[in-house]
């Protein structure tokens, strides 16, 4: 795809363009916010923002439209790419964009047309065995329909902040692919959490329990999840190994849920290990 990247990066009417254009086509807006974080990424937020708006109008219109996807994708991938551009380091961009996510959560944007309640009554209706489900929770005090719409925004926006991790990826590659042969591969592989950043996620698991607060430990893993992929692509990279490695990782990490939490717990103990540190100085 870096044909696109390099037709985008013409001069602001192109990106513009582009942006608008695939955030308007149905399922393309991670395409528009990818072209909207490469401007980010390699001009600054002021000088990028004609292409920030282009992206942004016709994902607003999605929104009215009642899927807030598009949008939310956008806002996110380009505070990310700010971040990544001021400060150089993906964890920090990381804990942005999930402190933004959590934020949408508790702002309750992800919530459809209605509320929950509409959902719940199909699911009633559709099914009696989630309808007695749903009728034994009440009857232990649970108000289903905040349960339940706290569980569709923090699906909703686990989903959103994945996409703008990826589309912020795809952006850094293009970038990279660009004016900087081999830069993204190298950054990527490198991604790793500091302590300091690992006691923040940390934080915000705690005081989301604490202030009632479930939306800030709802997305607080994403980080480290990114960076266990990231360890893994480095350990593959460092190890020369062949590239179907990385497909049979990938198709584990989708399908089964403990993977997951395996790459979960590597990236906790590599905060404090540096396995790839140690490798490539055996090496």
């Given amino acids: 795809m870096l044909p696109v990247a390099r037709w985008v990066m013409r001069g602001t009417p192109h990106a513009a363009a582009g942006a608008a254009v695939a955030t ?33 109008v016709p994902a607003g219109w999605w929104w009215t439209q009642g899927d807030v996807i598009p949008l939310a994708s ?26 933004a996510g959590a934020a949408m959560i508790q702002l309750d944007i992800f919530l459809p047309p209605g509320g929950a309640g509409p959902v719940l009554e199909q699911l009633r209706q559709g099914s009696p065995d989630i309808a007695e489900m749903l009728s034994e929770l009440s009857r232990q005090g649970m108000d289903t329909e905040q349960l339940a719409g706290l569980l569709i925004s923090g699906v909703t926006a686990l989903i959103v902040l994945l ?3 990826a589309c912020l990826a795809l952006a850094r590659g293009w970038q990279a692919g660009l004016y900087n042969p081999g830069g993204f591969r190298e950054e990527f592989h490198g991604l790793r959490l500091a302590p300091r950043e690992l006691a923040i996620l940390v934080v915000f698991g705690v005081l989301g329990a604490v202030l009632e607060l479930p939306a800030l430990g709802m997305l607080s893993w994403v980080p480290l999840l990114v960076a266990g992929v990231a360890l893994v692509h480095g350990f593959i990279g460092l190890k020369g190994m062949n590239g179907l490695w990385l497909v049979a990782f990938y198709v584990l990490l989708i399908t089964t849920w403990p ?12 905060t ?6 140690r490798m490539a100085r055996s090496h």
């Fill in 74 to 99: 956008v806002l996110l991938v380009v505070l990310m790419a700010v971040v990544l551009r001021s400060r150089l380091r993906w964890s920090e961009a990381l804990l942005a964009g999930t402190l």
């Fill in 259 to 270: 993977m997951i939490l395996i790459v979960l717990f590597v990236a906790f103990i590599d």
């Fill in 24 to 56: 308007a086509i149905p399922w393309l807006f991670w395409l528009g916010a990818a072209v909207a974080a490469l401007a980010t990424l390699r001009h600054g937020l002021a000088a990028s923002l004609p292409v920030i708006i282009a992206a942004a």
């Fill in 272 to 277: 404090f290990a540096d396995f790839r540190g």
């Fill in 163 to 165: 996409a703008a991790v």
